[in-house]
């Protein structure tokens, strides 16, 4: 059974912080990560995605692989209210797996 | 900007009973997707489809289920004869070749009593 991971949280932090956001997977296999924010009530939106080992930057956010860990995290700088939401993280190797997601709440 | 849509908006129906959820990707994209939601819990991809073929399913996704392009523009999920446990939000997307981008739309809401 492939698995995704995230810590549920809430994780709360205070406006301008950093927020750190993280994800195991199971299948070694796996070729291409994903970062999605997901509103209450809405649909999924890609923030991110990664192939390659290290660090990928997109504005405020940056994505972390590392394929031997079996780990993918996001950072997100400078937090604002609006990032308020479900972070859900998704690996594919032929199916697309998503985790539970971490619920972020940035504190004003 | 464009955008998938998605009808209807709620589906309730009786155990059963079939269901036809409807989806019109983004006008140039190719590759179509079906992911599920049930309240509280994580996306459950369901299918992948490129040039009128299905290129991936899950294991979710058994004989009950069906997908089609009857036409150009719309994209169909067919549940033959539903499950309570088949109650979930419902979302289709799309994204064009060059890009990793899926665009999801607002979902359907399927509850099934």
């Known amino acids: 059974q492939k698995e995704v991971e995230q810590n549920s949280g809430p994780l709360s932090v205070p406006e301008g912080a950093i927020a750190s956001l993280n994800c195991t997977y199971s299948d070694r296999g796996s070729q291409s990560f994903f970062w999605y924010r997901q509103y209450s009530g809405k649909s999924p939106e890609l923030i991110m995605f990664i192939y390659s080992n290290g660090d990928k930057e997109d504005g405020r956010f940056t994505a972390q692989l590392n394929k031997a860990s079996q780990y993918v995290s996001l950072l997100i700088r400078d937090s604002q209210p609006s990032d308020s939401a479900t972070y859900l993280c998704a690996v594919k190797r032929t199916l697309w797996v998503f985790g539970k997601g971490t619920r972020l709440s940035v504190i004003a | 900007e464009p955008e998938v849509t998605q009808t209807p908006s709620h589906q309730v129906t009786q155990m059963g009973q079939e269901v036809i959820l409807r989806c019109v990707p983004i006008?140039?994209?190719?590759?179509f997707y079906w992911y599920r939601q049930i309240l509280g819990q994580k996306v459950e991809f369901l299918v992948s489809f490129y040039n009128n073929e299905i290129s991936e399913k899950s294991e979710i996704f058994d004989d009950q289920f069906s997908v089609e392009r009857p036409d150009g523009s719309n994209f169909t999920l067919k549940i033959r004869s539903t499950k309570l446990e088949d109650s979930a939000m419902y979302f289709c997307?799309?994204?064009?070749?060059?890009?990793?981008?899926?665009?999801f739309g607002p979902g359907t809401r399927l509850l099934v009593l």
């Open positions: 006008s140039n994209h190719l590759y």
């Open positions: 997307a799309s994204k064009d070749r060059t890009q990793e981008t899926q665009y």
